[in-house]
Nanobody
């Protein structure tokens, strides 16, 4: 069992930055592929960034590539999503998720554990 807690969301103007953190407890984070998802009202939950167990393989959605960076520190059981050049379409609830699969997968149902989510609002 893994318990995930996100923090760092908030309200920011377009062009600004936010840093989301996810702290895990229970089992070591190194056992899991980690992902940051987001879900806007009326839209499906989508993977915006993911990292393999050691961070050697990463994934970014086209809409955030070059602006968002995922990083993980397994020793601290922490995963971070640095979000720069934020845009109003980035407004959503952001979720940290852990997957016990060996591969970095995009589908939400590949992830076993989820945090409670943190709201990110980007104003124009």
């Amino acid at each position: 069992q893994v318990h995930l807690v996100e923090s760092g969301g908030g309200l920011v103007q377009a062009g600004g930055s936010l840093r989301l953190s996810c702290v895990a407890s229970g089992r070591a984070l190194s056992n899991y592929v980690m992902g940051w998802f987001r879900q806007a009202p009326g839209k499906e939950r989508e993977l915006v960034a993911g990292a393999s167990w050691n961070g050697g393989i990463t994934y970014y959605a086209d809409s955030v590539r070059g602006r968002f960076t995922i990083s993980r520190d397994n020793a601290k059981n922490t995963v971070v999503l640095q979000m720069n050049s934020l845009k109003p379409p980035d407004t959503a609830v952001y979720y940290c998720a852990a997957s016990s699969t060996n591969a970095l997968r995009i589908a939400p149902d590949a992830y076993d554990y989820w945090g409670q989510g943190t709201q990110v609002t980007v104003s124009s």
